[in-house]
């Protein structure tokens, strides 16, 4: 592999796309497709008690962490942002990263940084990258697949096996609910901890798993629980965290890791939260108690379809298992496909019922998407059923980029949207179900003879006298019209939490509802008006003079 002539002289600019994001326009952006993950292709169909919030671009930010040259990193710029950037950063290496869908601002950028930057080597990463031909497509030097820290150090003539170093991140910002902004606090925030990319259980459909690899690989960037536990010791320290989202696609499946974590823990008394993904195969590794030792707070769980024939869920009792997590405490974020090849208009939406039917803290829905780059992609393409669709809109959250054995392309949008609009209906507000899922695991562990273990749900349970029942009254009065089954499910959980944190909690309820139930009709006014967010843009600097 080459590298670049000034080493690790080079000045480089780290980009993401550029906004606006959640429009429609010539470069691909779509109204339907924001820059936040949860109205995106979580709690979309909610209205104002969708959770909204923005995460930062991870992997330039572990890039630049990892690089001793003087860097920049440019997150969520607008085009004049870009523009003034490459005017007078006189950089010589521009990386930009983005996903498939935004394939046409990454060639707007390239063809940018050859007019303002003529002397800048392009270089473009991210699942964007996994287009086969897409090097006819874009003016780029470069196209790096897969992980790019040791790309990039290979580039500039350092060390491509030195250890990890990890940035501080916090896994969300900007979070908004029922029409009000929390506060910017880190120690009411999780720190992201990025432990490997890639995913062994290689899924057809999962781009994360083709990207880094396929089945069976990923890259480890910390290998024990020791230097896991260094890192988030660290972490705690200096950004005042205690809870932790893990970027990992089946962090659980390391049972050593997870195990030698967990004594670390106990032996230096951390009582820490952990966001974490895991597949059903990697929670049978593991009883309820060590679930809740280790912190397991929050679990985004591929529950795809009971006919499915993913190895993950063989054997598996889904509906019993989501309901002993949630029993202890433990947060779910289902996470099921529309459109499998088995399913037709006859059967979908039994399925999509029995998916409801988990009662999710959340739930995803997404269709079956055949992405660049996928197993699925290469079978469909050979069988000749892709249809011609622009690539702005494969995101799995519009309607199916190939042709299906049973199912339409325009039904497959109209199934989508009903089961978001499904679960509204049926399990009610995100917001209310976290409320009663800390609350069971309050009640189940509120004296459990570990201090460490009373001491993290004491922590998590904090909000739900402090001021979820402000929430928690707005809802219920919000709803009382609309779906009164879920409106008087509300009251009975203010009524039980308020009954347990006693008169503090009910005069704080009757004293925040009715503000919190105007801020949440004022927000559903503002969104049918097709108001929509927007991420700040933010600039990094590492390494830099002048």
Not at 237 to 247: C, D, G, H, K, Q
Request: a positive charge; aromatic letters at 10%.
């Amino acid at each position: 592999m080459e590298q670049h002539p000034k080493g690790t002289q080079a000045r480089v600019l780290l980009a993401s796309v550029f906004g606006p994001y959640a429009r429609d326009d010539e470069f691909g952006s779509r109204a339907i497709n924001p820059m936040e993950l949860y109205q995106n292709q979580v709690t979309r169909a909610q209205g104002a008690f969708s959770l909204r919030m923005f995460h930062r671009s991870w992997g330039i930010m572990m890039i630049q962490t990892n690089i001793s040259a003087p860097s920049t990193v440019l997150d969520f710029p607008t085009r004049a942002d870009f523009a003034r950037e490459l005017a007078s950063g006189a950089y010589d290496i521009v990386g930009i990263s983005s996903i498939i869908v935004n394939v046409g601002k990454v060639r707007e950028m390239c063809r940018m940084v050859r007019e303002l930057s003529p002397q800048s080597v392009i270089i473009v990463g991210g699942h964007v990258a996994a287009i086969p031909g897409l090097q006819h497509m874009i003016d780029a030097d470069h196209i790096v697949r897969g992980e790019g820290i040791a790309w990039m150090r290979r580039y500039l003539g350092e060390n491509p096996e030195a250890p990890i170093r990890h940035p501080h991140i916090v896994s969300g910002f900007g979070m908004r609910v029922m029409g009000v902004k929390s506060p910017e606090k880190t120690s009411h925030t999780a720190a992201t901890i990025i432990p490997s990319v890639g995913c062994p259980m290689g899924c057809n459909f999962c781009t994360t798993s083709s990207f880094f690899g396929g089945k069976g690989k990923f890259t480890n960037f910390y290998e024990t629980g020791q230097e896991l536990f260094e890192v988030m010791s660290e972490m705690e320290r200096t950004m005042n965290v205690r809870s932790f989202f893990v970027m990992d696609e089946n962090f659980l499946l390391n049972r050593p890791r997870a195990m030698e974590l967990l004594a670390l823990m106990k032996q230096h008394h951390k009582s820490w939260s952990f966001y974490v993904f895991s597949s059903v195969n990697a929670l049978r590794k593991y009883t309820m108690e060590e679930l809740v030792e280790l912190g397991i707070s929050w679990l985004w769980m591929g529950l795809e379809s009971p006919h499915s024939r993913y190895k993950k869920l063989e054997g598996s009792d889904t509906l019993k298992l989501t309901h002993e997590l949630r029993q202890h405490g433990i947060k779910l974020l289902g996470s099921t496909i529309v459109g499998l090849e088995h399913h037709t208009p006859e059967n979908i939406q039994a399925e999509i019922e029995y998916a409801i039917a988990h009662q999710t803290d959340f739930h995803q829905f997404m269709l079956y998407t055949p992405v660049p780059g996928t197993p699925l992609h290469a079978e469909m393409l050979e069988q000749g059923r892709m249809l011609d669709v622009d690539l702005a809109d494969i995101h799995g959250q519009y309607k199916f980029n190939f042709q299906h054995a049973a199912i339409s392309r325009d039904d497959s949008k109209k199934f989508l949207d009903w089961a978001f609009c499904r679960d509204f209906e049926v399990n009610g507000p995100s917001l209310y179900r976290i409320c009663l899922t800390t609350f069971q695991g309050w009640m189940r562990h509120k004296n459990h003879p570990d201090p460490r273990i009373r001491e993290r749900f004491e922590w998590e349970a904090r909000n739900l006298w402090k001021g979820y029942g402000g929430a928690l009254w707005a809802m219920e009065h919000r709803l009382k019209k609309s779906n009164a089954e879920i409106s008087a499910r509300v009251h009975a959980l203010r009524r039980d939490i308020e009954n347990e944190f006693g008169s503090f909690t009910k005069w704080v309820s009757r004293l925040v509802g009715p503000v919190l139930l105007w801020t949440t009709k004022r927000e559903q006014r503002r969104l049918l008006r097709g108001y929509s967010y927007e991420p700040p843009v933010i600039v990094e600097r590492r390494n830099w003079a002048g």
